[in-house]
């Protein structure tokens, strides 16, 4: 019987689950073209099914990066207008993109507000509720519908690659990390978590500071972010996630994103140390959006971010302070939120 290639009925189905690149022996890449457009697919279907986002009400939600894209794509495929409160990460480019899909686009940049940028982005979207009675609100960093909707991700890495010892990804919302180990734990699997941060994220207890890697980290404490979950922490440098990214394409030919650079700089460590384990690695986006930034010398050595002097191994630490410059790691051995964390 000749093998058919699945037919799909838009973009945002083709594009929701991910492939599968064996890196290493012991070593595999769950690669998404657009990560996001899975949990926005689940939580607007989710809601149009009960009854919480009846046919044409509009959506309105924070984002400055892959998510907006995502909801943006689902928006216009349910029809749903679509506003997106954002900050100057958002490049011109991706404005474009989302404009072409019919999203309006509101920019905010008081980075010194309460709670940093995403705290600005968060006081505008609020206000943009009450001007607006009976707008959706996906709310991404708090919806379990974030994390549940990496089960079938999670069933297709039980499937394809058998049994995971370890899975390490970036961590933002916390939905992806979070949902695919929650989801292999569930089904058995006795499996090490680590979370790929960056210096300038509050999430594993560091103070709230510049971040030039976006797209991970976090000003704010996410409700989806479950602190219990999580085994181990790498905290990677923008020149360090740039390099990384950079090298994966010139010798896997793998086109992503600063967030799959730095999630794989942890996993392969932990891959090459461990051989007798295997470890699986997220990927969250391609690198189309960054083909002016990451993958150009110019930007980076204009940056400072050019050639980063990494060692072979990242700076052990005890407790989130006493950062090496570029990659550092603490075992978080499935702790509790650091006390001043706060969830919005």
């Not at 599968?20 to 279907?45: C, D, G, T, W």
């Not at 400055?64 to 490049?91: E, K, N, Q």
């Amino acid at each position: 019987m000749k093998q058919q290639t699945p037919l799909f009925d838009s973009m945002v189905e083709a594009m929701a689950m991910p492939r599968f690149v064996r890196l290493r022996p012991n070593l595999y890449a769950v690669v998404f073209s657009l990560m996001k457009i899975l949990p926005a697919k689940h939580m607007v279907e989710q809601a149009r099914a009960d009854g919480r986002l009846s046919p044409g009400t509009p959506v309105l939600e924070t984002s400055s990066g892959t998510f907006a894209l995502g909801l943006a794509m689902v928006c216009r495929r349910w029809g749903h207008p679509l506003t997106i409160v954002g900050d100057p990460a958002i490049d011109p480019a991706l404005r474009v993109r989302l404009e072409m899909l019919g999203t309006r686009v509101e920019i905010v940049d008081d980075f010194d507000a309460p709670g940093g940028i995403q705290g600005a982005r968060l006081a505008r979207l609020e206000e943009l509720r009450r001007e607006q009675p009976g707008v959706f609100v996906p709310g991404q960093y708090d919806n379990p519908g974030n994390p549940a909707s990496y089960l079938p991700v999670a069933e297709l890495v039980a499937g394809t690659v058998g049994r995971v010892d370890r899975l390490v990804g970036p961590v933002g919302s916390g939905g992806s990390s979070g949902g695919i180990a929650g989801a292999l734990r569930m089904f058995g699997e006795e499996l090490e978590l680590v979370g790929v941060d960056t210096p300038g994220s509050v999430l594993f207890g560091l103070e709230n500071g510049p971040r030039p890697l976006r797209g991970l980290g976090n000003s704010l404490y996410p409700g989806n972010v479950v602190h219990r979950s999580y085994d181990e922490v790498h905290w990677v440098s923008a020149a360090a996630a740039f390099h990384t990214t950079r090298h994966l394409f010139a010798e896997r030919g793998v086109f992503a994103g600063p967030t799959s650079g730095a999630a794989l700089l942890a996993a392969d460590w932990h891959a090459r140390r461990s051989p007798e384990e295997t470890t699986v690695v997220v990927f969250p986006d391609d690198g189309y959006r960054y083909q002016d930034t990451v993958y150009s010398e110019d930007w980076l050595r204009d940056q400072g971010h050019w050639a980063p002097d990494l060692a072979d191994d990242p700076l052990l630490v005890r407790k989130p302070c006493g950062l090496d410059p570029h990659w550092t790691r603490m075992r978080w051995d499935r702790r509790p939120a650091p006390r001043h964390a706060v969830a919005r």
